[in-house]
Every structure is written in structure tokens, then in C-alpha cells.
């Protein structure tokens, strides 16, 4: 009897063991989805709310069943099970280093503005300045002429216009607009002495207060600065450095808005964001100048800098892909602004994270969803002696022309683009340890998401879509 106690015993240990691990496993995956699902419900995403309630009921499923089921062979089965997971999410979260190859390079020659698509899009036909950039390029020409006979952005013939919408994001832009003969100015005749560490201290926090969602300090490059001014009084004049150090910041942009990309809820909160950036960097610029230094805000069309390259170098985030600044908390679902100044400041200097890129190099979802196929589906290509992705400017501009918005699909997919929740904080937090969870956590997207997530729904105080043609240009 003492014998077969002892010969019963382990066997009676491994089953308790396997059923009490099992239902632990089944249980956690269980209220993980269910979390997931209802964060999904409050992000507004059905498709991603659908999903994971019914991975919620499936997916413990074996583990339940092999723990509570008296099936033959269940034992062997169900420590494969408990063993094979355990040894999966182990590996998952093991660490393994930052990627090698992946490192954003710095441009090496400046961008003449002119040859923007904002800049060419602002030419009058017959215009002085029309005829001599055409002289200057002449191989933008027939490009440009196509996108010129299109409706045009916050066109009222556009395939997604609608009026009331169009209306207020033009309101935005028209206020930036009174914004312009405020972005420089004289400083005040004395220089207040100002400790370094404290005016950083003091106008990043003043920024965050005024909306931003970080704010960091580069000091100033020469490829920071466009080459030939493009838009404004100073048409055709070379840009030059007269400041040293430069304050960038971001503000976010509401996902349920973007959510409706390429319709116009996109192009309305564009345009609200662009205004809020720009204010905020109005009112810095002017409170350094009333200290006695030079200071000059660079908003919506009236940059003299490339806002992502110092964004970049500020330790605000990569550029990706789709060519916008990656930040840590909200990928791309940003605008940016920037202080240029001479006003002493502590720099705060790149913080280069090629994990990002990694991640940008594996995802591609904004490519293959990108209407015109503007995006570059491939590897980074060498560009003004940089590795970057380089995007069909053209091309995306001409559906903007097209559609009256500025599209945004490619932010809207963007797996980084998801709110700044804790649960989507683990997930990027274990984009940054490892290889592997990076190719996981890119299907784990598409199975919840979609591989081409479809718009959310418009929010209740938005009007039904009416106006625009009624075959609007496909979203992807």
C-alpha cells in the first residue's frame, strides 16, 4: 500500500501541476483579450474590438480543455502545450540587442524649397516667378500641369470634399496665415543673462504646458536649413543660418480623426494641429526675443528649416518610411514646429533608435495601402548621399489634389500610430527589445487591425459626408 502510494504520488503532482498551468495560461490570455478588447472599443477600432473578444473565447480553449478534459494522451499533450508556450513568450521577451545597418544618415547637400510640392503648388501661371522656376526646372513642368488640373486641396469638386469640414480646416490654415508677420521680429535691446539649463528646463515644460507632447534641443547643421527660400516675400533668396541652437516640438494629432483617412475629418484636424504647432511656437519665439534674443517661430508656410531633420537631431523620434518623424510614444500621428534661436540652451542631441527602422523595413503597411503608391515598398535607397526611403512626392501630391485632403492613410496604418496607452506602451516597449517580438507584434497588428485597416467610425458630431464626387478615390 506504502509502495503504491509512493509510485501514485508523482504522477498525481505532474497532473496537478499541468492543470493548474494550463488554466493559468488560459485564464491570462483570456483577460488579456478581453482587455484588449475593450481598449479597443474606447479607441474605436470594431474591427480590432471584434477580433480579440473572439480570441478571448477560442484561444483558451486548448488549454482548458487539455486541463479539465479526461482526453487520451492528454497529459503529453498538454505539457507540449504549457511547455511550447512558456517557451515562446520566453523567447519573445528575451532581449536581443539593437538591430546592425539601420542608423538614419544625415542628407549632404540642402533642399532648395522651391522644388517642394507646397512651393510649385503656390506658383501663379504667368507669374514672374512661374516662368522662371519652369526655366530653372524644366522637367517639373508636365507634372506640374497635371496635378494643376485636378480640383486642387480643400477643392469644392475634389472626390472628398465636404463643405462644412472644408471649411473649417481652411479656417485653420487662413489663421496660420495671420500667424506670418509674427515668427520674427527684434529682440529687445538688452540680453537678459539666462543660465542654460534653466531656459531649457523652463520652455520645455512651457511647451508641454501650451499642448506639445515633447520638446527636445538640437544644435543647428547647415543641411537644417533649406538652400533657397521657396514661399513668401523671400522667393528665390538663399536661407541663411543665423541661430545656433533650435527647439522642436510635437503636438498629436486625434487618431479617431485620422481614422477617417483619406476623407476630410483628416485634413480638419491637420489643419486645427499645424494651427496649435504653430501658435505655440509663435509664443516661445516672441517670449525669447522680449529676453533680448533672437528668435524666429517656423510654422506651416513659413519654414526656413526641414522641421523632421531637426526634430530628428533633437531626440524626438526617427524618420521612417512614409519619410515623417517615428516618435517614441506616437509614431507618426504628429505635427511639428520649431524655434530657431541663439538664446543658450542645454542640447539634447539625437537618440538614435534603429530599432524603428528595423520595424519600418519589415512592416510596410503604409507603403501597400498608400493610394497613388507614392511609398517605396523596398530597401532604403541612397539619396543626397543619405540611405533613406525616398517617397513620390508627386505622386502624392497629385492625390491630394485629387481627393481635396492630405490622405493620411499611411498614419493611419502605421502600427506605431496607436494611442499612448499602457497597453500599446508594452507592445512598443517590446518592439525595442527584440527581433523577434518585432516580426510578432507585425502580425499581431494585421490579425487585429487588418493588413489594410479600414477608416473608423466618423465621430457623432461630425455631419454625414455629403458633397464630393460619388465615386471618391479609393482609400487603398
Not at 472644408?166 to 487662413?174: D, E, V
Request: glycine residues 8%; proline residues 7%; positive net charge.
Amino acid at each position: 500500500m506504502l509502495i503504491g502510494c509512493r509510485i501514485a504520488a508523482p504522477g498525481l503532482f505532474r497532473t496537478d501541476v499541468m492543470h493548474i498551468l494550463l488554466t493559468a495560461i488560459g485564464a491570462l490570455f483570456c483577460a488579456s483579450l478581453v482587455w484588449f478588447h475593450f481598449e479597443s472599443v474606447r479607441e474605436h477600432e470594431p474591427v480590432a474590438a471584434r477580433r480579440s473578444l473572439w480570441l478571448a473565447i477560442l484561444l483558451p480553449l486548448p488549454y482548458l480543455a487539455c486541463a479539465w478534459l479526461p482526453l487520451p494522451g492528454v497529459q503529453i499533450v498538454g505539457w507540449i502545450l504549457a511547455c511550447g508556450t512558456l517557451l515562446g513568450i520566453a523567447v519573445l521577451l528575451v532581449p536581443t540587442g539593437r538591430p546592425r545597418g539601420f542608423k538614419d544618415e544625415d542628407p549632404q547637400r540642402r533642399v532648395d524649397e522651391r522644388t517642394i510640392m507646397f512651393s510649385r503648388a503656390a506658383l501663379e501661371p504667368g507669374s514672374e516667378r512661374f516662368d522662371e522656376y519652369y526655366r530653372t526646372f524644366p522637367h517639373h513642368r508636365e507634372n506640374d500641369d497635371r496635378f494643376r488640373s485636378l480640383p486642387g486641396l480643400l477643392g469644392s469638386d475634389s472626390g472628398c470634399a465636404e463643405p462644412l469640414l472644408f471649411a473649417a480646416a481652411a479656417a485653420s490654415f487662413g489663421t496660420i496665415d495671420h500667424l506670418a508677420g509674427l515668427v520674427d521680429g527684434e529682440p529687445a535691446a538688452a540680453a537678459l543673462d539666462v543660465d542654460a539649463s534653466v531656459a531649457t528646463r523652463f520652455f520645455k515644460g512651457w511647451a508641454r504646458k501650451l499642448g506639445a507632447v515633447d520638446c527636445g534641443v538640437a544644435e543647428l547643421k547647415p543641411t537644417h536649413f533649406y538652400s533657397v527660400k521657396g514661399r513668401g516675400e523671400r522667393w528665390g533668396q538663399p536661407v541663411e543660418s543665423r541661430h545656433r541652437f533650435a527647439l522642436a516640438f510635437t503636438v498629436e494629432m486625434d487618431a479617431r480623426s485620422l481614422g477617417q483617412a483619406p476623407h476630410a475629418p483628416t485634413v480638419m484636424e491637420s489643419a486645427q494641429q499645424y494651427l496649435a504647432s504653430g501658435a505655440i511656437a509663435v509664443q516661445m519665439a516672441e517670449c525669447i526675443r522680449r529676453l533680448g534674443w533672437s528668435a524666429q517661430a517656423h510654422i506651416d508656410a513659413n519654414y526656413q528649416v526641414i522641421c523632421p531633420l531637426v526634430a530628428r537631431d533633437a531626440g524626438l523620434g526617427e524618420i521612417g518610411r512614409m519619410g515623417l518623424l517615428m516618435t517614441p510614444k506616437l509614431g507618426p500621428r504628429v505635427r511639428i514646429a520649431v524655434v530657431t534661436t541663439d538664446l543658450p540652451l542645454e542640447v539634447d542631441g539625437r537618440r538614435s533608435d534603429p530599432t524603428v527602422l528595423h520595424f519600418c523595413q519589415i512592416c510596410r503597411k503604409c507603403a501597400e495601402v498608400c493610394p497613388p503608391g507614392a511609398l517605396p515598398k523596398g530597401d532604403r535607397e541612397l539619396f543626397d548621399g543619405a540611405r533613406r526611403w525616398k517617397i513620390d512626392d508627386e505622386a502624392c501630391f497629385a492625390y491630394w489634389c485629387s481627393t481635396g485632403t492630405d490622405c493620411g492613410r499611411c498614419m493611419r496604418v502605421c502600427p506605431y500610430s496607436h494611442p499612448d496607452t499602457f497597453l500599446h506602451g508594452m507592445i512598443r516597449l517590446g518592439l525595442s527589445n527584440s527581433f523577434l517580438f518585432r516580426h510578432f507584434a507585425l502580425r499581431l497588428d494585421d490579425l487585429m487591425y487588418g493588413r489594410r485597416p479600414g477608416r473608423l467610425p466618423r465621430a457623432a458630431w461630425l455631419p454625414r459626408r455629403q458633397g464630393g464626387s460619388k465615386n471618391p478615390p479609393r482609400a487603398d
